[in-house]
């Protein structure tokens, strides 16, 4: 089994919270944070995307294959720089950004960049929203989704929205809704489903944008609220909640990921990929994965940064 995640890879300065303000330098972007979270989990990933021929594009590269991910499928562009984050945290962990993104290497990258092979070698394709804030990227991550639909790959979607990324918001809710209908897997937090139900159904309940999601093709539908129990629903009628773990935030960056990454891995070793209705038609393993997913989005709030705080194996472990 193999997993690749297609999107932005970024460079995360993150505030130390004094004054006068200093930043470090960290390893960053969604689906990037997912490929090494995967790798970091004994699975065999690889990432996709684009980045800038200068010094942060070669750094980001060079963590990416540091901690295990295949770089084969990533494109190097003198036409942009690579994109860049500054994150400040608040007491309790809670990140605030400001992103240097457009103009940016990874907006850059066309259908005509991809290795046709990576889609008959993937068994999962994982993508995030930041892939469709301009119709150029947009229509390549499309691209991207309905090849790896039609090579047989499950694909998973996490919103992880972040509306300051788009210049213009008219095609925010179209987008992801298209791209909703093309994934088998959806994560969104409990704020990402409210703002659903408020720009797409009117706030007629987020129950019925709930049931409008599993109506588009999606078989697994994840919900996150931070410290809250995870929430699941699926397209065969099942629904529940799995606890997290309590402990103390020092840096919220990479939660998310690292739980998607736990994630998938679980789906990846644990359960039948061949057949994706089969674990949305499985409470019991699906409970294990999310049990699973959540020690390990708990395990990165613990450290600082994002490729940094993805924890192994032997961290969930202990």
């Known amino acids: 089994m193999s997993l690749v995640c297609f999107g932005e890879v970024l460079i995360d300065f993150l505030s130390d919270g004094k004054t006068p303000e200093s930043f470090t330098k960290y390893a960053g972007g969604a689906p990037a944070n997912v490929a090494v979270a995967a790798s970091n989990l004994g699975v065999k990933s690889a990432f996709c995307g684009m980045v800038g021929d200068d010094m942060f594009g070669r750094f980001l590269l060079d963590e990416l294959e540091r901690f295990g ?177 309590k402990v103390t935030a020092i840096d919220t960056t990479a939660a998310g990921d690292a739980f998607v990454g736990g994630m998938l891995t679980y789906l990846d070793k644990q359960l039948s990929l061949t057949d994706i209705g089969f674990v949305a038609n499985n409470i019991s393993e699906i409970n294990k994965m999310l049990e699973f997913a959540v020690r390990c989005g708990a395990f990165a709030v613990t450290k600082k940064g994002a490729f940094s705080a993805l924890p192994t194996q032997q961290d969930i472990s202990t």
Request: with cysteine; aromatic share 10%; glycine share 4%.
């Open 69 to 245: 991910v295949d770089t084969q499928y990533c494109k190097i562009t003198k036409d942009a720089k690579t994109a860049l984050a500054f994150v400040s945290l608040d007491p309790q962990g809670e990140r605030s950004f400001s992103f240097y993104r457009p103009p940016a290497a990874d907006l850059l990258f066309n259908s005509s960049d991809f290795e046709s092979r990576m889609f008959k070698e993937a068994d999962i394709l994982h993508v995030c929203s930041n892939s469709l804030t301009e119709q150029r990227i947009y229509k390549t991550t499309i691209h991207a989704l309905t090849q790896a639909k039609e090579h047989g790959a499950v694909v998973s979607f996490d919103l992880n929205l972040r509306e300051n990324l788009w210049v213009s918001t008219r095609y925010l809710t179209e987008r992801i809704w298209h791209v909703i209908t093309l994934s088998d897997i959806l994560k969104l937090s409990k704020e990402e489903l409210e703002y659903l139900n408020e720009k797409s159904h009117i706030n007629l309940g987020t129950e019925h944008t709930i049931s409008q999601l599993l109506s588009k093709g999606v078989k697994l539908l994840i919900i996150t609220d931070g410290v809250n129990p995870v929430r699941f629903y699926t397209s065969k009628g099942l629904s529940g909640e799995v606890l997290t773990p």
